[in-house]
């Protein structure tokens, strides 16, 4: 049995051609998503978040992951310091010098806390998560399976490796179960 994916009718989709959502995972009410976005397998987005960035940029989230209500993670930013910081219609043509734009790729079993902002340019590692109210600039480097919180974020501890793959193992194992089940 297949559990199909959940997406709240109140969540805005800007690109649905580019919105992939895999197995068992639940999107909330009140998400904004403006990139292409791929989402794995029983993830949770929870309410309001936005991902944003444009149709050229990709937000991805691995199996196994979450992001917490309120989670803001831009793709695309306007540099405050160099550029005008203002939407520009695409009939105007390109004015902006110096946008600060990558995609946003989170690998499995990570996690990111409440009313946190993750910037451009990113690539979470395998088990690493963030803790609410956090700041992660712009193509920041990650050591997998840590803890991190802050603004701007830095390191505050091992996260329990054995202990999470342990508990990933027998979910994977009631799934299989269930599925045996109700094929």
């Known amino acids: 049995m297949l559990q199909e994916p959940i997406v709240s009718h109140h969540v805005r989709i800007r690109h649905p051609e580019y919105f992939f959502l895999g197995e068992g995972s639940v999107v909330d009410d009140f998400c904004y998503f403006s990139t292409k976005v791929t989402v794995g397998r029983y993830c949770h ?40 910081v203002t939407i520009i219609p695409e009939s105007i043509g390109r004015i902006k010098e110096h946008l600060i734009s990558g995609d946003v790729i989170f690998e499995q079993l990570t996690a990111v806390g409440a009313n946190s902002v993750v910037m451009p340019c990113n690539h979470i590692l395998e088990g690493v998560v963030i803790g609410a109210l956090s700041f992660v600039p712009p193509e920041f480097e990650f050591s997998i399976w840590t803890v991190y919180a802050g603004v701007p974020i830095k390191p505050i501890k091992p996260r329990d490796r054995d202990s999470v ?9 009631q799934i299989r179960v269930r599925k045996e089940q109700n094929p």
């Not at 937000?59 to 930013?77: I, Q």
């Not at 793959?165 to 194992?173: D, F, G, N, P, V």
């Open 45 to 84: 987005i929870a309410s309001g978040c936005s991902i944003a960035g444009g149709v050229d940029r990709l937000f991805m989230l691995g199996d196994f992951s979450s992001l917490s209500s309120g989670v803001k993670v831009w793709c695309t930013s306007d540099d405050f310091t160099k550029d005008i």
């Open 165 to 173: 793959l342990t508990q990933t193992e027998a979910y994977e194992r």
